[in-house]
Nanobody, 124 residues
Framework: QVQLVESGGGLVQPGGSLRLSCAASGSIFSINAMGWFRQAPGKEREFVAAISWGGSIKYYADSVKGRFTISRDNSKNTVYLQMNSLKPEDTAVYYC?????????????????WGQGTQVTVSS
């Protein structure tokens, strides 16, 4: 089993920045990729970004390309999501996820473990 704990969410003004962290523990050896998803009220959970365990392969949703950056620190078993130029439509609960197979995916079903989520609110 893998446990994922997100942190770093909060309230930020439009145009501001936040950095989310996701700390993984447990059977880390079983993880091949990690991702970030988000879910706004009344909407389905959607893909944001993904990264292979080695960090060389990254994917981004079109809506965040150029504004968000996913990275990882294997020494800390932690994945980060740097979010810049935030917009009100980025408001959502952000979830970290880990996949046992593949090198990163945009599909929710490809992820085996999920964190509890952290709220990000972009508002003036």
């Amino acid at each position: 089993q893998v446990q994922l704990v997100e942190s770093g969410g909060g309230l930020v003004q439009p145009g501001g920045s936040l950095r989310l962290s996701c700390a993984a523990s447990g059977s880390i050896f079983s993880i091949n990729a990690m991702g970030w998803f988000r879910q706004a009220p009344g909407k389905e959970r959607e893909f944001v970004a993904a990264i292979s365990w080695g960090g060389s392969i990254k994917y981004y949703a079109d809506s965040v390309k150029g504004r968000f950056t996913i990275s990882r620190d294997n020494s800390k078993n932690t994945v980060y999501l740097q979010m810049n130029s935030l917009k009100p439509e980025d408001t959502a609960v952000y979830y970290c996820a880990a996949a046992r197979y593949g090198l990163g995916s945009t599909r929710r079903d490809d992820y085996d473990y999920w964190g509890q989520g952290t709220q990000v609110t972009v508002s003036s």
